[in-house]
């Protein structure tokens, strides 16, 4: 961002030194730590969104398209909003501006190319996923029962004391026939939902069971072996279970 911000001000000076014009920096905008696909609907954009509105701009300069957003309709109405209150648009790396047809034409084309480019993406993660779960490899994030192989991606390693726990829910479910009620018993015991810290080194403590997360644990094939494909049921497919490559912690028949 200081870079960024160094470089558009560099602009300034040099509309000033060379060309004679009087630049003026109004204010300036950081998108810290947002997502471009969502940056429109930030609170840094409101506020652009507002001096605009107050007259207090008259050139919206940036660095880069992506750096503004990276879906061509939030431009494009981000565009049109600019339009309709006289202001002009200027992006240093690829050197238009809207006041000419030419630029306000290579602004849509970028765009359209931005988003093209993380649609595939998307679609690339989706298709990866999709072949790990028909590998019956774990597609990420914690379970209750389990820790993550460090050695194999994709793996699961039963975790003693948390599969004991597991089995403890069958077993109080099968004897009360009550989701909340098997909740109940087992946060009485002192129970907890599984406690880890995430790989950016937050914390996540455990905390006592509701019906949804007890739900979750009586529902999930990953207990005895499986792995479910097509979940969304997506295409029409029918959900099936592949076999999983970690080892079952519950019998099939509980």
């Known amino acids: 961002l200081v870079n960024q911000l160094q470089r558009l001000r560099s602009h300034l000076q040099y509309k000033k030194d060379t060309a004679g014009e009087e630049w003026i920096e109004a204010s300036h905008y950081e998108l810290r ?49 600019l339009s309709e209150h006289g202001v002009q648009f200027v992006s240093l790396r690829e050197q238009f501006d809207t006041t000419s047809p030419q630029g306000k034409l290579q602004a849509t084309m970028l765009m359209a ?29 914690q379970i209750l029962g389990y820790g993550l192989d460090p050695e194999r991606r994709g793996y699961l390693i039963p975790n003693e004391v948390e599969s004991s726990l597991v089995n403890l829910a069958f077993d109080t479910y099968l004897g009360l026939g009550s989701i909340k009620g098997t909740a109940l018993d087992v946060n009485g015991r002192g129970y907890r939902t599984k406690s880890y810290t995430s790989r950016r080194g937050k914390l996540h403590p455990g905390v006592e069971f509701g019906v949804s997360s007890m739900q979750y644990l009586l529902r999930n094939v990953a207990y005895i072996g499986k792995k479910e494909i097509n979940q969304g049921g997506e295409f029409g497919e029918e959900r099936r279970l592949v076999d999983a490559v970690w080892e079952p912690l519950v019998s099939e028949e509980k």
């Open 113 to 141: 190319l931005a988003e093209f480019e993380r649609a595939i993406i998307a679609q690339r993660t989706s298709e990866a996923m999709a072949d790990r779960a028909e590998r019956g490899l774990w597609n990420g994030g």
């Open 33 to 81: 730590g947002i997502s471009g696909k969502n940056s429109v609907r930030s609170p840094e954009f409101q506020r652009l969104f507002d001096d605009v509105r107050a007259g207090k701009i008259d050139v919206v300069l940036v660095t880069a398209l992506d750096r503004v957003c990276r879906s061509v309709s939030d431009f494009l109405i981000f565009f049109e909003f």
